[in-house]
């Protein structure tokens, strides 16, 4: 029996990488409050965008959490380039979220058909194994690279003062953890 090769285990941030958590609230929040004007939203501090302030978190939270997070679309190609390079690499979804957020996301994955054997909930992606980390938060990739690994940004609005790696897309995160590899195999 032939053996297969080992895949590239990398991890994968869920919200403002995969699932468009911005874009479904956005769409529930402008169908809730039609004659309301949101801002462009370039920084996490999203009471800052919504003209409601800090009761966004209640709308959130305690009015639409699970419609929210179920309905939200993923982004454009993302899943279709996880299915794309699942022979190559080892998908692990790694994603910070409240106890109560949980649930949904698991039905999110489950309706999307995300293609990923592991989920990690935890707010220290570090500590989990991987060759390196796709996550659009930059705490979380300040932490990750601090561990000598490949951390990389999936550019959004909110993100731009990461200096490192960023990409558009995860196609272009397999193939710059590609070439990460080729240019230092003894570094994976």
Known sequence: MKSQPRKIRVLIDLDGVV???IGGLTRIYQREYPDHEIKT???????????????????????????????S???PGAIEAM??????FENV??????RRWRYPTFIWLGKFKVPTNEVHICYRKEEVDGVALLDDF???LEAFQATGRLAVCMDQPWNQHWPGPRVRSLNEFY??????????????
Not at 41 to 68: C, H, V
Not at 83 to 88: S, V
Not at 93 to 98: G, K, S, Y
């Open 19 to 21: 699932r468009d958590f």
């Open 41 to 71: 939203i370039n920084s996490r501090a999203l009471e800052t965008f919504f003209p409601i302030g800090e009761r966004i978190y209640d709308f959130i939270d305690r009015q639409f959490l699970d419609e929210i997070l179920i309905d």
């Open 73 to 75: 679309p993923p982004y």
């Open 83 to 88: 299915r794309r390079w699942e022979d190559r």
């Open 93 to 98: 979804i790694v994603t910070a979220q409240p």
């Open 138 to 140: 930059v705490d979380n």
């Open 175 to 188: 193939e710059l953890v590609l070439d990460a590899i080729a240019a230092d195999s003894n570094a994976f």
